[in-house]
């Protein structure tokens, strides 16, 4: 379904290159959920980023379902991040000063011309409202970000990505920023949505607990994808999720 080959990727700082990827290829197939682990600074995150077409790389291709989307104009990138893929993020990226609701609105808000949008927006509405029950937030859809948990902007945070019904949900770090109990939620609730709904998802994490409940990890060391390094888990978590 989503595939990146030989991508390559360097970062220009001062007088010195920073290779942060180095001939990288893989493959996700429709309906998995892939956790890249690695290093801080192995290219997880920028890794994502390309896949998803938030960062260019500096060679190589990304295809899905077998056509090139890393190389189309940008307003054909703005239509894939709006409605091919879904964005979760470590630090939320909510707007503040909007409530929940209007937070997960959002993407359905800039999918849609003036006149669509008020032709449409109860039933757009009506979907928001479903996506805040589903990820148990019916009874904060006023509140802002600053009146909710960490635990509870990441999961506004989640709705908001599914609002447009991705394919794909890329997921970066989504529990780098909570605890134990509020990360585990938010494992469950990618776990679900990933089995009843058959949402595709890529999650870059460290946590290998997490990652081990994921249906495939895959390595970064020294920006390539490697299969001969073994990743190592820890039993906790491996039996929370059925």
Known sequence: MLAATDITKTYNRHAHSVPVLTGVDLDVAEGEFLSI?????????????ILGTLDDANSGTITLDGHRIDNVPNKDR?????????????????????????????PATIAN???????????????AEELLERVGLSHRRKHKPREMSGGEMQRTA???????????????EPTGNLD???GDSIIRLLTDLNKDDGVTIVMVTHNLEIAGLTDRVVKLVLGKVVTDEPVVFHPRLLTAVG
């Open 37 to 49: 682990v690695g290093a801080s600074g192995s290219g997880k995150s920028t890794l994502l980023h």
């Open 78 to 106: 703005e239509l894939l991040r709006n409605r091919t893929f879904g964005y979760v993020f470590q630090f939320y990226h909510l707007l503040p000063e909007f409530s929940a609701l209007d937070n997960v609105l959002m």
């Open 113 to 127: 011309s003036f006149m669509s949008w008020m032709a449409s927006r109860r039933e757009w509405r009506r979907r």
């Open 158 to 172: 989640i709705a908001r990505a599914l609002m447009m019904r991705p394919r794909v949900l890329l997921a970066d």
């Open 180 to 182: 134990a109990t509020n």
